[in-house]
């Protein structure tokens, strides 16, 4: 159930608030095929018309906005993120992470339930479904726990959080060890049509796995956290989606293995998926021996796309920011992700957006949490490793941030189809910047991507017909 923004306006509007012409954009809506340079008509907060002469029906005293040059495509929906309320909203609120989000050209988000406490009960999602609709820029969705407490030992109510709200259920942060537990959650999520999302980690192969078990966890000392601790319970997934039907997506996917896997599942039909997070096709493990050894290992690829003189961003050895879970992989692995996005394996983008306080991040590496923000870095992640190297176009790019989510979480959501909610993402895919986390509206700063030259941008984001946010000067 989404929670509606009060509508914040930048600008006095001349015409009803949730009403906008949009108009010379690229018009890219995958859900229908579309792809054409045009005027998109919103009236009432809903698509009215999108096409070459739209203008023509458009109300005289109607706000405008001129898209010249820009991508126009149905408002982006991250399936991932972690907005801490309640109670860690030292790290990030609903109304801090909803402004990142819309700064990063995000219409809809789905929380995840690994707050304090944990979304497992009803009275906790209509909690949260309260502060979204009284702080959210942008529409809330939330995801409910599969086990009581995230513990992973008894089932959450399905049913009753399904009545509550919930779009989906998952344990995510954790990862429920006990398989017939897991099969049980799977059968009652069938009865209750609700997606399950895991986040995939055999804790007895991952132990106190802290990095990629590899060559840097030798040379750096710490412990590995194997790629089999993922891709062991992705195949349990495979196996149970298969035996229940229920569909299952795998979260967060780091290791050319599960991909494998993935792929080989949907060749058989079964109902599985899975996601790839920018970080995790971006970076490797090479980063944790500090940015010399990145850039030298791994990065000269990335480089190369840099802006020339640009400097190559830096950063310590044994960095917190490169800290995550599941953990940064090789170069392999990192080339497999991106492969599985090209052929279709996997088919929803992510940031697993997770804020940290610097107090928090600001310890030995073992100690650290795991966990980056992403939301304001997504888009242009994805832009530069995906669609400006040629491995997607921007429509197949775009599918994997507007209706592929949308069908997994059973949402009306991730079109432009004229009658459909007004959520709209103008971006520039071509726009130099540079990210800098000490600038960034969420409360937290844990992002590795300080200082790094970027290649596209969010220009403005409207949700049901609003702009709630947009770059200055646009
Ligand atoms: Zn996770």
Redesign the pocket.
Request: net charge negative; charged share 20%; aromatic share 0%.
């Given at each position: 159930m989404p929670c509606f923004p009060p509508g914040v306006q930048q600008n006095t509007p001349t015409f009803a608030v949730n009403s906008l012409l949009i108009t010379n954009g690229r018009i890219i809506d995958p859900a229908s095929g579309t792809d054409l340079v045009g005027d998109l008509l919103i009236i009432d907060g809903k698509v009215s018309a999108l096409g070459k002469d739209v203008r023509a029906k458009a109300p005289k005293e109607i706000q405008s906005i001129d898209a010249k040059g820009a991508v126009v495509c149905p408002g982006l929906i991250d399936s991932?993120v972690h907005f801490r309320e309640p109670g860690q909203s030292a790290k990030e609120t609903i109304g801090t992470g909803t402004l990142a989000a819309a700064r990063g050209g995000f219409t809809s988000v789905l929380c995840?339930p690994n707050t304090s406490p944990a979304i497992d009960n009803p009275a906790t999602v209509v909690l949260v479904r309260e502060k979204a609709e009284k702080s959210a820029l942008i529409n809330v969705y939330i995801s409910g726990a599969i086990t009581k407490g995230i513990e992973g030992e008894e089932l959450a109510p399905i049913g009753s959080l399904k009545n509550a709200g919930v779009v989906a259920i998952t344990d995510?942060?954790h990862c429920v060890q006990n398989n017939e537990l897991m099969r049980r959650a799977l059968e009652y999520a069938r009865m209750f049509d609700l997606p399950v999302l895991d986040?995939c980690q055999d804790y007895a192969l991952v132990s106190d796995g802290v990095v990629h078990e590899g060559y840097y966890s030798t040379e750096l000392g710490l412990h590995g956290w194997p790629a089999i601790g993922e891709e062991v319970i992705v195949a349990r997934n495979i196996l149970l989606a298969e035996l229940t039907g229920t569909h299952v997506h795998c979260?967060?996917l780091s290791s050319a293995n599960s991909v494998a896997l993935i792929r080989r599942a949907k060749e058989r039909g079964i109902p599985i998926s899975g996601e790839a997070c920018p970080h995790h096709f971006t970076l490797t493990d090479s980063a944790i021996a500090g940015s010399e050894e990145f850039w030298k290992a791994d990065g000269e690829i990335l480089s190369r796309a840099f802006p020339e003189n640009h400097p190559l961003p830096s950063w310590p050895l044994f960095d917190t920011n490169f800290k995550m879970?599941?953990p940064l992989r090789s170069h392999h692995d990192r080339e497999a992700l991106i492969e599985g996005l090209a052929d279709g394996t996997l088919e929803i983008l992510g940031s697993?957006h997770a804020p940290h306080c610097d107090f928090q991040k600001e310890v030995e590496f073992d100690y650290a949490p795991f966990g980056i923000t992403g939301l304001e870095t997504e888009l242009t992640l994805c832009l530069a490793q995906l669609y400006h190297t040629g491995k997607l176009t921007l429509s197949k790019m775009i599918e994997k941030m507007t209706v592929n989510p949308a069908k997994l979480l059973r949402i009306e959501k991730g079109t432009l189809d004229v009658g459909a909610d007004a959520d709209v993402t103008i971006f520039d895919p071509e726009r130099r910047w540079v990210y800098k986390r000490a600038e960034s509206a969420s409360k937290s700063l844990n992002s590795p991507f300080d200082g790094w030259p970027m290649r596209g941008k969010a220009l403005a984001t409207i949700v049901n017909g609003r702009i709630v946010w947009k770059e200055e000067g646009f």
């Open positions: 991932h995840m995510d942060g986040h979260q967060h879970n599941p697993d």
